[in-house]
């Protein structure tokens, strides 16, 4: 009996695992090379942008979420702006309901509940991992939350093809008194290192004393 | 209650509005903003129930700042008038009307306009506009005062001269005129 409950795929193996999660985790990690990184006076995403044929725009890989929170992501990219759509209707909601912009632990508990909801029934889990960087009353503040509805706080995040890697090379370049050009630097030599350079690189900040999020578009549209 | 005056003129919009709520026949505020910025570009000047108008309001910064981030640009002074009028309309058709008048006015790319949006959710653009409860008095002036070639500091003036002008015969508008004046070129082409 035990090994016939393990065989249906959106219930738990034996091993006590949840493969159809795995699976989307899978999904991220062939996703592009995108990283995150926080100190107390800023935030920066950056993502690679894979080479694209001649005649095709490179796609938007950093998105403005609303004026203080901005987001990135790896895996599917058509379940990364699913994603991010609804980010943007949760903010301007609580605009509406709170006439104050939303806070970062709010909003990526309504992210973490509907991936994790996911989860629970005989649908494909959102292959997409998604990392928030935003300022609210408690300071700058960058997320990752991942296919299963995991939430991560923390100051460097790595998602996407070869984010062990990244992952390790922010963590030998990262000071907590880094300077916005420093991290721009670090992200851009961690994601070149770590794919071995290629395609471009487009990038988002927010910082502490404008309390705006920004994204910086690649030259060639985007 | 209210007076609100729209403009517009070659070089941008002007807004003018006076300051007092009523309720009934007691003045309830003195101090009251009607005019709104939806953004550096596009304002409304509001003018019935308040609650109704400030939720409007509200809900069209929501709505546009959803629109442009998904399609790049902001949205042109039309697209807001029509996208506010869309919202008292289905109000109206579910028998719960928002008891509005509002102007939406601003400058984009092709210039400057002045819109109005009653509580049917019928929208129609003037060259001059007023409205609430001292609104047929500030179009005496505004017939009178108004020409196609008046320059924004003219505009600015005449919005002015026409809510004093209601200030001083409307009870349910006083207590001093706020003006917002918007020129043109300050459109914003991008969402950041």
Do not use: C, W
Not at chain 1, 118 to 140: C, F, H, K, N
Not at chain 2, 128 to 147: D, H, K, N, T
């Amino acid at each position: 009996m035990a090994a016939d409950v393990g065989r249906i795929p959106f219930f738990y193996n034996t091993e006590g695992r949840l493969v159809q999660v795995d699976y989307a985790m899978q999904a991220v990690s062939r996703g592009s090379t995108t990283v995150g990184l926080k100190t107390k006076d800023f935030a920066v995403l950056a993502s690679q942008v894979k080479p694209t044929r001649p005649l095709l725009e490179p796609a938007e890989k950093i998105y403005v979420v609303d004026d203080h929170v901005g987001a990135t992501g790896s895996g599917y990219i058509g379940d990364v702006s699913t994603l991010v759509d609804d980010l943007r209707l949760a903010a301007q909601r609580h605009r509406l309901v709170y006439d104050n912009p939303i806070d970062m632990a709010t909003l990526s508990r309504q992210l973490s509940e509907q991936l994790h909801a996911l989860t629970m029934y005989a649908v494909r889990p959102l292959g997409a991992s998604i990392i928030l960087a935003g300022i609210d009353e408690l300071g700058v503040q960058l997320l990752q939350v991942d296919p299963s509805g995991t939430a991560f706080r923390g100051a460097g995040f790595a998602i996407g093809q070869h984010a062990d890697e990244a992952l390790e090379a922010i963590g030998r370049g990262y000071r907590p008194d880094l300077t916005l050009d420093d991290a721009l630097r670090l992200a851009t030599e961690t994601i070149e290192s770590s794919n071995g350079g290629k395609g471009q690189i487009e990038f988002g900040v927010v910082q502490a004393d404008t309390r705006r999020f920004e994204r910086r578009p690649l030259e060639n549209g985007g | 209650m209210t007076t609100t005056v729209g403009i517009r003129s070659k070089d941008g919009v002007v807004l003018a509005a006076d300051k007092r709520a009523s309720k009934g026949f007691f003045v309830g505020s003195k101090v009251v903003q009607k005019l709104f910025a939806l953004d550096r570009a596009t304002a409304v000047a509001i003018a019935g129930q308040m609650s109704d108008a400030e939720y409007l309001v509200n809900l069209a910064k929501a709505e546009r700042r959803l629109l442009s981030l998904r399609r790049g640009y902001p949205l042109s002074v039309r697209e807001s008038a029509r996208l506010i009028a869309n919202i008292v309309y289905s109000g109206m058709k579910a028998y719960n009307p928002f008891f509005v008048e509002l102007v939406v006015a601003g400058v984009d790319r092709d210039g400057a306009h002045v819109y109005t949006s009653d509580m049917s959710g019928a929208v129609t653009s003037e060259d001059f506009m007023s409205s609430g409860s001292g609104s047929p008095i500030a179009y005496g002036v505004l017939e009178q005062g108004y020409r196609a070639d008046i320059d924004l500091d003219g505009a600015r003036r005449l919005a002015e001269s026409a809510v004093r002008a209601a200030m001083e015969r409307d009870p349910g508008s006083g207590n001093g005129v706020d003006i917002l004046v918007l020129p043109n070129g300050h459109a914003p082409t991008g969402v950041n």
